[in-house]
Nanobody, 115 residues
């Protein structure tokens, strides 16, 4: 059974930083591409960042240069380092992976950027 367990998040002031973590269980982590999505009320879930099994990364235009996705295959964990946070980054963030048509999501983590 695949489990993606997220940690991190909470309230942060504009310009601040936060790091989200997502620990994966039940998969051979190193062969999976991993991603972070986010969702705000009334909007579709949007892709924020992705890291492939080989370590290649890609980002949404809105977060490029501010967010960094990384992975630690020894710890089966993917991270999202978020710097220079803006109010528009406020959302529920989800860890995601999929393989052979099977999708798995983390439980979601609220990030609120507000003064």
């Amino acid at each position: 059974q695949v489990q993606l367990v997220q940690s991190g998040g909470g309230l942060v002031q504009p310009g601040g930083s936060q790091r989200l973590s997502c620990a994966a269980n039940g998969i051979i982590f190193r062969i999976y591409n991993m991603a972070w999505y986010r969702q705000t009320p009334g909007k579709q879930r949007e892709l924020v960042a992705v890291i492939t099994s080989s370590g290649n990364t890609d980002y949404a235009v809105s977060v490029k240069g501010r967010f960094t996705i990384s992975r630690d295959n020894d710890k089966n964990t993917v991270y999202l380092q978020m710097n220079n946070l803006k109010p528009e980054d406020t959302a529920v963030y989800y860890c995601h992976t999929s393989r052979l048509g099977v999708e798995n999501w983390g439980q979601g983590t609220q990030v609120i950027v507000s003064s």
